[in-house]
């Protein structure tokens, strides 16, 4: 059979990517992200409660979990990485965050720490349309009173805005290097986002690394003015 017409979607170079980098991710996490994890997963720690939906989970168990603990990615190699979250029982579940196989009301927390920006996809306005049925369906199946909480690399608003004008150049350089696209959000957008499915946000941590990006590739690369500033959202019925 000819492939000749097949094209990768966003969401399978993701997670070719992820699966790529596998127990190498994990390493990363640990050697150089640790003093960013501990300062978000303290500001986290306090908000989770019952039941956890970690999606995009990556490999990386940040939480013990009192209830139950699904680890959720479209990339079965990290999540064959999860260790035991010591949560009563925890299960790992491979798939996207558009379409996730759970019956409404079903989590009392739900994470995405540190993924959303990999929802990228091939342009800015089906991006915007991904991130949105992404929280359209982590809103379904939280429960009431539940709590949605996003650790993310967010952008000023006029930063935001230029992204989204270089976004077509800045994806195929990115695919150039081999990278899957990535897009980071302002705080006001993922607000406003949270807004539209009934949920009032508040910040409970914002920090800046000093001189480095979080984000593949540009990771290594010494920043004089990082435009990233580090947020812990944290969202519930209004
Ligand atoms: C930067 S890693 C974050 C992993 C981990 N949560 C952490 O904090 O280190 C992004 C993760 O999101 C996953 N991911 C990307 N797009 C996704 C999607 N549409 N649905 C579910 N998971 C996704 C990737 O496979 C990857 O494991």
């Given at each position: 059979m000819s492939l000749s017409g097949y094209k990768k979607s966003s969401v399978q170079k993701q997670a070719d990517f992820f699966n790529a980098l596998g127990s190498d991710y994990i390493k990363t996490v640990a050697k150089e992200y640790a003093a960013i994890y501990t300062r978000t997963f303290n500001a986290i720690n306090g908000h989770v409660k019952g039941d956890i939906l970690d999606i995009g989970s990556g490999g990386v168990t940040l939480f013990k979990s009192c209830g139950d603990h699904v680890f959720y990615d479209i990339s079965p190699v990290l999540l064959s990485a999860h260790s035991s979250s010591g949560a009563s029982s925890s299960l790992s579940v491979c798939g996207e965050s558009t379409s996730l196989p759970f019956i409404s009301n079903s989590f009392d927390t739900i994470l995405f720490h540190f993924s959303i920006h990999h929802f990228a996809q091939e342009t800015f306005s089906k991006t915007l349309d991904y991130i949105q049925k992404s929280i359209e369906e982590a809103k379904r199946v939280l429960r009431p009173g539940g709590k949605?909480?996003?650790?993310?690399?967010?952008?000023?608003?006029?930063?935001?805005?230029?992204?989204?004008?270089?976004?077509?150049v800045v994806s195929k350089s990115l695919e150039i290097l081999n990278y899957p696209p990535v897009f980071l959000f302002s705080e006001k957008r993922l607000a406003s986002i949270l807004k539209a499915v009934g949920c009032h946000t508040h910040i409970v941590c914002s920090f800046k690394e000093p001189s480095k990006?979080?984000?593949?590739?540009?990771?290594?690369?010494?920043?004089?003015?990082?435009?990233?500033t580090i947020k812990v959202l944290v969202a519930g019925n209004v």
């Open positions: 949605i909480i996003i650790a993310e690399n967010t952008v000023a608003d006029v930063v935001e805005l230029v992204e989204s004008l270089l976004f077509p990006l979080l984000v593949s590739p540009l990771k290594n690369i010494r920043l004089l003015l990082n435009p990233v």
